[in-house]
């Protein structure tokens, strides 16, 4: 079974630049998440779908960020403009049910803002 | 005050050492609690999901849940080198699917 996909897996950008990354998550999974890691720290949830209907985007900087998944399968997230402190790994995770208790993560995409 | 309060090390121990990683958390709805390993540049990966107060074994790993205390830790038998990783905490409500991490601890194990 292939895992979570993301793409890509690095990224530099200067600031006020405009960026976006992909995820495919596992076949057949419902829930995808995007996470924010800052170095050191654990992930924070920045958006949840349930197919393609947003369930929490409470922590999500509406502002600079947005994210979409149209079809209810792959989804991709943008940041326009990104800020210094915008750098942090960006995690994708899909769970086949809607109860996040089994999440199964890609492998990041890290973005330097510089 | 962090929702969950997790040591970030590093830790560093001998192969075939007993880890013992631990996490505090202050929010009495947390009820489903998890240890996500994660190796450099990669995502993380559960390693063990438990529901209830007590203990749970899978292998070399026991995850042990206290909720009238709110505390939870992971122990590793006979720590590997390959056991080197960042290990963090994970815990959700009932209600709600959104996971709190921990911080994360880095541990190293050496030959």
């Known amino acids: 079974e292939a895992g979570v996909a993301q793409s890509p897996r690095y990224k530099i950008i200067e600031k006020r630049q405009s960026v976006a990354f992909w995820c495919n998550p596992i076949?057949?999974?419902?829930?995808l998440y995007w996470y924010q890691q800052i170095l050191g720290q654990g992930p924070k949830l920045l958006i949840q779908?349930?197919?393609?209907?947003?369930?929490?985007d409470s922590q999500l900087p509406k502002d600079r960020f947005s994210a979409e998944r149209l079809k209810g399968v792959d989804s991709t997230l943008k940041i326009q403009p990104a800020k210094l402190e915008d750098s942090a790994v960006y995690l994708c995770?899909?769970?086949?049910?809607?109860?996040?208790?089994?999440?199964?993560f890609g492998p990041g995409t890290r973005l330097t803002v510089l | 005050q962090k929702e969950v309060e997790q040591d970030p090390g590093p830790l560093s121990v001998p192969e075939g050492a007993i880890v013992s990683l631990n996490c505090t958390y202050s929010?009495?709805?947390?009820?489903?609690f998890m240890w996500y390993r994660q190796y450099s540049r990669k995502g993380p990966e559960l390693l063990m999901y438990?529901?209830?107060?007590g203990n749970k074994e899978d292998g070399r790993f026991t995850a042990q849940v206290d909720k009238s205390s709110k505390y939870i830790s992971l122990f590793i038998r006979d720590s590997q080198p390959s056991d080197s990783a960042t290990y963090l905490c994970?815990?959700?409500?009932?209600?709600?699917?959104?996971?709190?991490f921990g911080t994360g601890t880095r541990l190293q194990v050496t030959l």
């Open positions: 779908f349930q197919n393609n209907g947003v369930v929490d």
């Open positions: 438990t529901y209830s107060s």
């Open positions: 929010n009495s709805a947390f009820q489903y």
């Open positions: 994970a815990m959700k409500t009932g209600t709600a699917s959104k996971l709190t």
């Open positions: 076949s057949g999974h419902a829930t």
């Open positions: 995770a899909s769970s086949p049910g809607p109860w996040g208790d089994t999440q199964y």
